[in-house]
């Protein structure tokens, strides 16, 4: 689960963490009154969308020429002025894709005389099971460029979870970095209060970038970027609440509802499986087949009548879907609730593109025996290798 800037700043705070102060705001008025409440002279109007590369990004109602979503403001008039440009328009960026995102809210914060720029982001190593800072002298900056054009510019510092954030590993941000005197303490302290909350709210990643070094050498998080494993959630009511789900896909958002795991692609074949490593086969063998994947969706191991219904039903929600392969092996799912599920479902929203269904496991010949008594269209596979085959010639064929 992702939540905005401002949610993540908020957060940060709560655990020491040094953020410029700043107000979210719903409305142009908000806005300028939340300015009101800075210093100033020089206030930020960020747009806050579930998305990277704000700045660079354009609107879609604006003029070609129009600042981006993050736009320095030096009155009260240029906050409105600002606020006015963003609010219930579309802003598109590299991470957003052609359709952009609409701008609901905003955060106002207070501008910071910045003398340099770094990175820093916090992330699980799959490879180690373990915490991996990754920390950078080239703030500011797309993280994969730098990557791929100066490598030796990225320092990764590796933290044993059993072991926990120690003071060498501040040292080696710090030095990493290449701070000095107070500036090098203050990184330190910083890279712990980081994992501190990193580790208590079980994030999955988290980016700050730019962090940085202002004229008065203080240290400060400037931007922040966090996700959570959504797994945990169910341990952290008071972060769950931080959802938006305007952000979200309305089929995810849907799909949550119902306890599946759902996410849209951009191909024609729906496939509903049951076990995300079968639900990964599937759509690879439909793709070596010749067609691709209109979702992701894995229903579980201890799916209901009721449940592969929904998930049925939100396939089809999808007008790009052109056909459906469900593959399901039935170790503590039964083949025959799936199949009651499927008939269910096909008869409420009536059917109309192919379906292909590969059955395996428990209770499979009941399964087949209610699919094929069901009066539906309804394609019989072997195998998986079979599935694929039929689903990709009836597609095809349709077409």
């Known amino acids: 689960m992702n939540i905005h800037e401002y949610q993540a700043k908020e957060l940060l705070a709560k655990f020491g963490v040094a953020i410029p102060a700043g107000y979210a705001a719903l409305s142009v008025d908000e806005a300028v009154a939340a300015a009101g409440k800075l210093p100033g002279p020089l206030y930020v109007v960020k747009a806050q969308i ?3 590369g704000r700045g660079k990004g354009k ?3 604006l003029a070609a020429d129009a600042k981006g979503g993050v736009r320095l403001s030096k009155t009260l008039d240029e906050v409105r002025a600002n606020a006015t440009d ?7 960026t590299i991470q957003t894709g052609d359709a952009g995102k609409q701008v609901n809210r905003l955060y106002i914060t207070d501008g910071a005389d910045i003398a340099k720029e770094y990175y820093f982001s916090m992330l699980v190593d799959r490879k180690t099971g373990r915490i991996a800072m990754i920390v950078s002298t080239e703030g500011g900056m797309d993280i994969e460029e730098v990557a791929h054009s100066t490598p030796e510019k990225i320092h990764t510092i590796i933290i044993d979870p059993v072991e926990g954030f120690m003071p060498h590993h501040g040292r080696a941000v710090a030095f990493a970095l290449k701070l000095k005197g107070d500036q090098n303490k203050q990184a330190a302290k910083l890279a712990g209060q ?4 990193f580790m208590a709210t079980d994030m999955a990643m988290l980016e700050v970038n730019p962090l940085i070094e202002t004229t008065d050498g203080k240290i400060l998080v400037l931007d922040a970027k966090v996700s959570f494993d959504s797994n945990a959630l169910f341990r952290h009511p008071d972060i769950f609440a931080l959802r938006d789900e305007s952000e979200e896909d309305p089929a995810e958002v849907e799909a949550s509802k119902y306890d599946l795991a759902y996410i849209k692609l951009d191909g024609n074949i729906g496939c509903m499986v049951n076990g995300a490593g079968l639900a990964m086969a599937t759509m690879d063998i439909i793709k070596l ?4 994947p209109a979702n992701f969706l894995d ?3 201890g799916a209901t009548k009721e449940k592969v219904t929904e998930a049925f039903k939100l396939i089809l929600s999808d007008p790009a879907v052109k056909g459906i392969l469900v593959n399901i092996f039935g170790g503590i799912m039964r083949c025959d609730v799936i199949a009651e599920g499927i008939v269910a479902a096909a008869k409420e929203v009536n059917l109309s593109v192919p379906l292909v269904v590969r059955l395996e496991g428990t209770n499979v010949a009941q399964g087949k025996d209610i699919l094929a008594n069901s009066g539906l269209p309804i394609v019989a596979a072997d195998d998986l290798g079979d599935a694929a085959k039929k689903i990709v010639a009836q597609v095809k064929q349709a077409a």
Not at 86 to 92: D, I, P, Q
Not at 194 to 197: D, F, M, P, R, V
């Open 86 to 92: 963003m609010l219930g328009n579309t802003l598109v």
């Open 59 to 61: 609107f879609k109602e």
């Open 289 to 292: 087949n010749g067609e691709f």
């Open 299 to 301: 229903v579980g191991g």
């Open 194 to 197: 980081l994992y501190e909350a």
């Open 50 to 52: 579930h998305a990277g």
